[in-house]
């Protein structure tokens, strides 16, 4: 899984995507977890990361993570692997 | 090297709520790098603000409505252009398209270029016949039916289920809910559009529209695709960002190609759920968000004018992507004397 290569974020957590036109606002902990997405990084790696960096628990992060991402994908921000 | 200077006329000076495409035209022509302009606007009615914006139209004659016949238009074009000598028209409402296109020969004998449409070309993308349009050409449209009496309404739309479109077969249409509301609109767009009047099928999903400019013998020279951000009551775009979609152009290119499309034109096409474009209306003629697509990089009008006059015109191979348009409104203080002089006689 892993943020269209099209889809452009900018630092102020602006997100275009340029196919449809449509912009959203990233919060600071959704821009992180948009970069990571976009090097192709396993959604267990990213968990361990945001668990390393704030002071949360594995359930709260696994259950806004999965939210966070079903969003994207609802927005079609998201490709799995091997699609284009 | 110096710039020629072309004398254009151009139509839909209607810079209002629901605006006519000629003062973007103009903009765009005012900004032309391979000529200079000089504006002649041709006018309907007396309060186009167009008229009034002498920093885009040099000179404004009133010209009869279609519904006037051609003759009385050609009457009229011949008395301007001996005054002013036009290279060039560009028509820009619908509803006069089919009268410029019929004098196309006699303008040319004038000394006046267009570049429209063939009549082919205008007849069988009309809005009442869209379904043959879309089988002739393999490109998908929303089921659609010309009805000429209320009476027809109920079959139609309990086939397609509610709700439908009800549209004029120039302008106009209403998203209706039930039999009430479709018969309300059928007087209501009938009683100014006349019959006969188009039942749509409704399609659900995100609109998008496409400028572009077709050769006439196939070419696409240009393209803008456009998503509507802001949508006013009569879902006029009042705001649109620039869009890149490869299937969007595609599709265009393909619909340039298979019709050998001579001319400006606006595609309006729904993306449904599946992710799949249905082509909802093809305008012939420039749109009203023109301009964004002079901003983006390609200028359609100046392009057009190249091609009516004969001349060699590359086709533009790239835009701005996210780039946005935002109109607005704004109040123009006018002279009595100004609006008296156009309203008594004809020109200003």
């Given at each position: ?7 452009a974020v900018?630092d ?9 036109g449509?912009?959203?606002s ?12 976009k ?31 079903q ?6 921000l998201?490709?799995?692997h091997?699609?284009? | 090297?110096?710039?020629?200077e ?15 495409p000629?003062?973007?035209v103009i ?26 914006m ?5 000179k ?9 016949g ?10 301007i252009?001996?005054?002013e ?15 410029f296109?019929?004098l ?17 070309q205008?007849?069988?993308?009309l809005k009442?016949n869209?379904t043959?349009?879309g089988?002739?050409?393999?490109i ?9 009496s ?5 079959d ?59 050769d ?8 803008v695709p456009?998503?509507?951000q ?9 705001g649109?960002?620039?869009v890149s979609?490869d299937h ?6 393909d619909f340039i190609?298979?019709?050998k499309w ?22 012939p ?12 990089g ?14 060699r ?6 835009y ?13 203080m ?15």
């Open positions: 899984m892993k943020i269209k290569n099209n889809i900018s102020s957590g602006f997100v275009f995507n340029p196919a449809t449509e912009s959203f990233a919060n600071p902990i959704g821009m992180e977890i948009m970069e990571l997405l090097k192709g990084t396993p959604t267990q790696e990213i968990s361990n990361t945001i668990l390393e960096k704030y002071e949360t628990d594995a359930p709260t992060i696994d259950k806004d993570l999965h939210d966070f991402i969003i994207l994908k609802q927005y079609t998201i490709e799995e091997g699609k284009a | 090297m110096e710039k020629p072309y004398t254009i006329g151009v139509t839909a000076l209607n810079a209002i709520d629901n605006p006519g000629g003062i973007p903009r765009a022509l005012r900004e032309a790098k391979s000529f200079n302009v000089r504006i002649i606007g041709l006018s309907y009615e007396s309060l186009e603000p167009g008229i009034y002498h920093e885009l139209v040099d404004t004659y009133q010209i009869p409505y279609p519904s006037a051609t003759d009385l238009l050609l009457e009229r074009l011949e008395y252009q001996d005054q000598k036009m290279d060039v028209i560009i028509p820009n409402f619908d509803a006069e398209l089919f009268s296109i019929k196309q020969p006699k303008l040319k004998a004038m000394g006046i270029h267009v570049f429209l449409p063939t009549p082919e205008f007849e069988e993308r009442v869209l043959e349009f089988e002739k050409y393999d998908p449209v929303p089921e659609s039916e010309a009805i000429f209320m009476d027809k309404i109920a139609i739309a309990n086939d397609y289920d509610w709700p439908v479109l009800v549209k004029g077969k120039y302008y106009d249409a209403s998203v209706v809910y039930n039999i009430e509301q479709a018969r309300i609109a059928f007087n209501k767009i009938s009683s100014k559009w006349g019959l006969p009047i188009i039942i749509q099928k409704f399609v659900h999903g995100t609109e998008y529209n496409i400028t572009g400019l077709g006439g013998k196939g070419n696409t020279i240009a393209a456009m998503r509507k802001y949508i006013t009551d009569i879902g006029k775009a009042w649109g960002i620039a979609d969007l152009l595609e599709l265009t290119r190609a298979k019709t001579q001319g400006g034109f606006e595609l309006e096409l729904m993306k449904n759920k599946k992710g799949e474009f249905i082509l909802l209306e093809i305008n003629r420039i749109p009203a968000w023109i301009y964004l697509a002079v901003g983006v390609q200028n359609i009008p100046e392009a057009l004018v190249n091609l009516a006059l004969g001349k015109v590359e086709p533009f191979k790239k701005s992507v996210g780039k946005m348009f935002i109109r607005y409104s704004w109040d123009m006018v002279e009595l004397s100004e609006f008296e002089k156009i309203s008594t006689t004809g020109e200003l």
